[in-house]
């Protein structure tokens, strides 16, 4: 009876899943909740596409709600670490990053494919855990302001930003920008940058300069005055859906209809649906488009999503994306996959091919794209569209 018995718990020990090939937890925050959730559940989507259809058993993503607050996203990023996730990915927002990486830092974990163009994602001397695979936040100003110059010959451009570290990168973004693009001015001027140690006076004279609104807010009526009362030709808008569409709507109102280009993290989708009216209106991108299928990486996307042409976004393609580069590196390891491992093996990633999509990383190159897009927002009732642009064309007059 007894050899029966062993001979039973055996056979059932046999057929228990080996904890040694569990799939690898890897953590994202991003907000599901508050003002910016349709692009936190856009990027939670296409990862999770990702992951559930082309890493099953490989590779588990665990989604926390952030609501775009640092302060929370801190909360979730130190339960990933003491769960032991193998990388923080796919994070959302300039000021949860910020936030974040000096965390992924200290504790040895790679931080991946965050929905941000900011430049410290990049910097392996200060953050040589943190990778970027889009292009930075610097170089998308740059193509616009290049863009409104070089094209239609515009002067003067006014800045439209969120009053903190997000907005921050935008208008020295703006101002670098400058440097390489002669003749153009903004307006109002902005005034030196306060360093980081600067006190809260010396900040607020400096915002009170740049027309700002306040994150997680929709209170854009004083800087939406402050733009028009500046005789600006363009204006390029660093925020979130919600506040720059009810600002394009009040200046659109206002009859002031110069040429207004948000930059990627606006949330393509959630700004089109808000806008009353969407002439020379643009958005800039930084990843092809999502429903162009000659690229393989987006036939696979499409594929995958199963669904409308109407449900696939840019914010989901984006994380998407990211999501193969990272599983390309876990596949990558040599030997015992570990979160060091993963780093190696991310920065030996030169000139990979992400499905007709170049992506180069290297010990000193943390980030994976530089290349940027124009898309014009078109809509048709209560239907939108974002035609891809090379060049910008002046608006005719009605």
Same mark, same amino acid.
């Given at each position: 009876?007894?050899?029966?018995?062993?001979?039973?718990?055996?056979?059932?020990?046999?057929?228990?899943? /080996?904890?040694s090939?569990?799939?690898?937890?890897?953590?994202?925050?991003?907000?599901?909740?508050?003002?910016?959730?349709?692009?936190?559940?856009?990027?939670?989507?296409?990862?999770?596409?990702?992951?559930?259809?082309?890493?099953?058993?490989?590779?588990?993503?665990?989604?926390?709600? /952030?609501?775009?607050?640092?302060?929370?996203?801190?909360?979730?990023?130190?339960?990933?670490?003491?769960d +032991?996730?193998?990388?923080?990915?796919?994070?959302?927002?300039? &000021?949860?990053?910020?936030?974040?990486?000096?965390?992924?830092?200290?504790?040895?974990?790679?931080?991946? #494919?965050?929905?941000?163009?900011? /430049?410290?994602?990049? /910097?392996?001397?200060?953050?040589?855990?943190?990778?970027?695979? *889009?292009?930075?936040?610097?170089?998308?100003?740059?193509?616009?302001?290049?863009?409104?110059?070089?094209?239609?010959?515009?002067?003067?451009?006014?800045?439209?930003? !969120?009053r903190?570290?997000?907005?921050?990168?935008?208008?020295?973004?703006?101002?670098?920008?400058?440097?390489?693009? =002669?003749?153009?001015?903004?307006?109002?001027?902005?005034?030196?940058?306060?360093?980081?140690?600067? #006190?809260?006076?010396?900040?607020?004279?400096?915002?009170s300069?740049?027309?700002n609104?306040?994150?997680?807010?929709?209170?854009?009526?004083?800087?939406? *005055? !402050?733009?028009?009362?500046?005789?600006?030709? $363009?204006?390029?808008?660093?925020?979130?859906?919600?506040?720059?569409?009810?600002?394009?709507?009040?200046?659109?109102?206002? #009859?002031?209809?110069?040429?207004?280009?948000?930059?990627?993290?606006?949330?393509?989708?959630?700004?089109?649906? *808000?806008?009353?009216?969407? #002439?020379?209106?643009?958005?800039?991108?930084?990843v092809?488009?999502?429903w162009?299928?000659?690229? &393989?990486?987006? =036939?696979?996307?499409?594929?995958?999503?199963?669904?409308?042409?109407a449900?696939?976004?840019?914010? @989901?393609?984006? $994380?998407?994306?990211?999501?193969?580069?990272l599983?390309?590196?876990?596949?990558?390891?040599?030997?015992?996959?570990?979160?060091?491992?993963?780093?190696?093996?991310?920065? @030996?990633?030169?000139?990979?091919?992400? @499905?007709?999509?170049?992506?180069?990383?290297?010990?000193?190159?943390?980030?994976?794209?530089?290349?940027?897009?124009?898309?014009?927002?078109?809509?048709? @009732? +209560?239907?939108?569209?974002?035609?891809?642009?090379?060049?910008?064309?002046?608006?005719? =007059?009605?």
């Amino acid at each position: 009876m007894k050899t029966r018995l062993w001979i039973a718990l055996s056979a059932c020990c046999l057929l228990l899943p /080996d904890s040694s090939f569990a799939a690898a937890k890897v953590g994202q925050s991003c907000a599901l909740t508050g003002p910016t959730a349709l692009l936190g559940k856009e990027m939670a989507k296409g990862a999770r596409l990702y992951f559930e259809k082309r890493a099953a058993g490989e590779i588990e993503l665990i989604t926390k709600d /952030d609501g775009y607050e640092p302060d929370l996203c801190r909360q979730n990023t130190a339960a990933f670490i003491r769960d +032991g996730a193998l990388a923080l990915f796919g994070y959302l927002g300039t &000021p949860t990053a910020k936030a974040a990486v000096p965390m992924a830092n200290e504790n040895k974990t790679v931080f991946f #494919g965050a929905g941000t163009g900011a /430049d410290f994602l990049s /910097d392996p001397a200060a953050n040589p855990y943190s990778f970027a695979l *889009r292009a930075s936040y610097g170089a998308e100003i740059e193509n616009m302001m290049r863009r409104l110059h070089e094209d239609l010959g515009i002067k003067k451009i006014s800045l439209f930003v !969120q009053r903190d570290s997000f907005g921050l990168v935008g208008v020295v973004g703006a101002v670098k920008a400058l440097d390489k693009i =002669k003749g153009m001015e903004i307006v109002p001027p902005v005034p030196p940058i306060p360093s980081e140690e600067a #006190g809260v006076d010396e900040w607020n004279a400096f915002w009170s300069s740049v027309p700002n609104y306040k994150r997680n807010t929709v209170s854009v009526g004083g800087a939406v *005055r !402050q733009v028009r009362g500046n005789a600006a030709e $363009a204006v390029i808008l660093v925020g979130t859906a919600r506040p720059c569409a009810l600002a394009i709507n009040q200046w659109h109102k206002m #009859g002031y209809k110069a040429p207004m280009i948000n930059i990627s993290f606006v949330g393509s989708k959630a700004l089109a649906e *808000r806008l009353t009216e969407s #002439g020379n209106v643009y958005v800039s991108q930084v990843v092809p488009d999502p429903w162009d299928s000659s690229l &393989p990486i987006v =036939k696979q996307y499409q594929q995958d999503m199963g669904e409308a042409a109407a449900d696939y976004d840019f914010g @989901g393609f984006e $994380a998407y994306l990211a999501a193969s580069v990272l599983h390309q590196a876990v596949k990558n390891v040599q030997g015992e996959v570990s979160s060091d491992a993963v780093k190696t093996a991310l920065e @030996g990633m030169s000139n990979y091919d992400a @499905g007709g999509i170049a992506v180069s990383f290297g010990p000193e190159d943390r980030r994976g794209m530089d290349k940027v897009y124009l898309t014009k927002v078109e809509k048709d @009732g +209560g239907t939108a569209k974002f035609v891809y642009v090379d060049k910008l064309i002046k608006a005719e =007059k009605k």
